[in-house]
């Protein structure tokens, strides 16, 4: 199994609940994740939010 850190993760649903809270874990320990959400407002914030937490610079639309 390779290291967290070299993952790549998608992750469905996440802009609210367990979806959300998974994507931030995901990406805190190290792995690279894509989001996926029904909302692109609430998608991009996440995503904003995500990434001031963790340091990590993504992108979105």
């Known amino acids: 199994m390779r290291p967290i850190d070299e993952l790549t993760v998608l992750v469905t649903g996440s802009t609210d609940g367990i979806g959300r809270r998974t994507a931030h874990d995901l ?35």
């Not at 190290?30 to 407002?41: D, E, F, I, M, T």
């Open 27 to 61: 990406a805190g320990r190290g792995a690279s994740v894509v989001l996926h959400g029904r909302n692109a407002k609430k998608g991009t914030k996440t995503l904003e939010e995500i990434a001031q937490a963790t340091g990590k610079i993504g992108c979105g639309t």
